[in-house]
T-cell receptor, first 114, second 111 residues
Framework: DGGITQSPKYLFRKEGQNVTLSCEQN?????MYWYRQDPGQGLRLIYY???????QKGDIAEGYSVSREKKESFPLTVTSAQKNPTAFYLC?????????????FGSGTQLSVL | DAKTTQPTSMDCAEGRAANLPCNHS???????VYWYRQIHSQGPQYIIH???NNETNEMASLIITEDRKSSTLILPHATLRDTAVYYC????????????FGKGTRLSVIA
């Protein structure tokens, strides 16, 4: 089945540690996105990529980094510079710039700080 | 992109129609109305979108007023599985920037 897969579902980070959240899609989509969601809040954009080897900062990129070396993969690293990383992280993809706004989301990763 | 206003929460009896309103009084002529929903601890799911005509698919119906300043998402026979947060988003199709998700409406379907 085609889809977008996030792993792990739950992740714990120690103080000063970098952690990487995985996002893989087999939909052959060009564009991929990372959003952060805090309890009771909407989604906030961290980073997005419209094509391989290119990505742009979203509204809350500080303390995060990404790479887009392959079309199907868009990992997100939460660095030690992100002082409040506890949140629900969502990855999404879209076929391309000219495919409307029908996003496909993964099932999310809940990150907590130990 | 135009700003939207949605009620914070709504209740609906199981089996009845759920009507979720959205105000977008500053919508432009080239902006579409999109609806997504998010079931607890899952990623949002696309439901439907429209420009000015009413739209229907297997999940829901979208009714847009003639002046396009508001719309209503209709779930014709709500089930407990429809309990979720529903997001109304207005933006130009093929926009250069990603979708912005507000707080949405929390729909509780009650048995």
């Amino acid at each position: 089945d085609g889809g977008i897969t996030q792993s792990p579902k739950y992740l714990f980070r120690k103080e000063g540690q970098n952690v990487t959240l995985s996002c893989e899609q087999n939909l052959n989509h060009d564009a991929m996105y990372w959003y952060r969601q805090d309890p009771g809040q909407g989604l906030r954009l961290i980073y997005y990529s419209q094509i391989v080897n290119d990505f742009q900062k979203g509204d809350i990129a500080e303390g995060y980094s990404v790479s887009r070396e392959k079309k199907e993969s868009f990992p997100l690293t939460v660095t030690s510079a992100q002082k409040n990383p506890t949140a629900f992280y969502l990855c999404a993809s879209k076929e391309g710039l000219h495919s409307g706004e029908k996003l496909f989301f993964g099932s999310g990763t809940q990150l907590s700080v130990l | 992109d135009a700003k939207t206003t949605q009620p914070t929460s709504m209740d609906c009896a199981e089996g009845r129609a759920a009507n979720l309103p959205c105000n977008h009084s500053t919508i432009s002529g080239n902006e579409y109305v999109y609806w997504y929903r998010q079931i607890h601890s899952q990623g949002p799911q696309y439901i439907i979108h429209g420009l000015k005509n009413n739209e229907t698919n297997e999940m829901a119906s979208l009714i847009i007023t003639e002046d396009r300043k508001s719309s209503t998402l209709i779930l014709p026979h709500a089930t407990l599985r429809d309990t979720a947060v529903y997001y109304c988003i207005v933006r130009v199709i093929e926009g250069n920037t990603p979708l912005v998700f507000g707080k949405g409406t929390r729909l509780s379907v009650i048995a």
